[in-house]
């Protein structure tokens, strides 16, 4: 009998609420999640799993938690219009992270859980972007690019790097390690900009995927969790500097909900609808929050009650292992 599944959860920002009503379908089927990782709000989700939240107590922590104490920045950068433009300018973002990285802590903190070493080896990855040189980031393995012990990462600080949206958050800045080819590089150059892994990979399906067909009855099955649907549906208006960048960073980060889910990956991905609800939508309701998760539920329900492990498996051979080489 089946028992364990790897889990990777796409990023959506505060849509990403429902991701924890799909896993209370896990749950209920007497499923355990092996390994988990995901991007953006996804990396939120997957790091509460690794660390041994179920869903109840995930739904516990949605009702309590009022998302909009995350758009956190000092007062003196309040002043209309001026204020936000300044900061922008100052810190590369509209609002620190700072409070949803102490959020993120503190949960996992409960669950005696602090860095990457208090997990088993490859429980948990977090995607993230590297801007500076333009590189994806599995976290925690490419840490060691920036001489950091990927065993030391704290997982509260690699969340924030992946959920980082790009001009709404400050992006986590990082110094590189010392290279002996970069003698007479200028002291700006020698720090990274990372910020949200959905620029790059929001929906990472593909990282527990393995080419060695002689381990199929052995393999530990993926379960994709997507989100899918556009936000208000409502034009974004732009009548100034701001508005424009709300209007950038949020059409940048829902094109990837209308992303076509390929015939090749339907067997294994759960598609999640998100209710009309936007990625920046961080003064939502209990009410609202309550209807995603259950729209997550839902979801999750539909897929397992047709879901069988022999037909994924002819799935993983037919379009993962004799997919052809690019």
Known sequence: MLVKINAV????????????GAVQSVEQRG?????VAGTSSGAIVASLVAAGYTAEEMKKVIIATPFSAFMQRAPIFNTKVIGPLARLFLKKGLYSGEALEHWIHQLLLAKGIRTFGDLK?????????????RRLLVLPDDIAQYGIDPKQLLISKAVRMSTSIPYFFDPVIIRKAPDKRRKKEAFA?????????????NFPLWIFDQENSSAIEQLVPTIGF???????????????????????FSTMMEAHDERYIEDANRFRTIKIPTLGVSVTDFDIGNEKSLELYEAGKRAGDHFFN??????????????????PQS
């Open 9 to 20: 959860f796409e990023g959506g920002g505060v849509k990403g609420i429902a991701l924890a």
């Open 31 to 35: 499923l355990t999640f092996h390994q």
């Open 121 to 133: 080896w490859n429980q948990l990855r977090i995607i993230a972007s590297d801007i500076s040189d």
């Open 189 to 201: 150059d020698q720090f990274a900009y990372i910020v949200d892994g959905g620029l790059l990979s």
């Open 226 to 248: 997507q989100l899918v649907g556009r936000g208000s549906g409502q034009p974004n208006t732009i009548v100034g500097p701001l508005t424009m960048f709300k209007a950038l």
């Open 306 to 323: 047709k879901w069988k492990l022999n037909d994924y498996k002819q799935g993983y051979m037919e379009h993962v292992l004799r997919k």
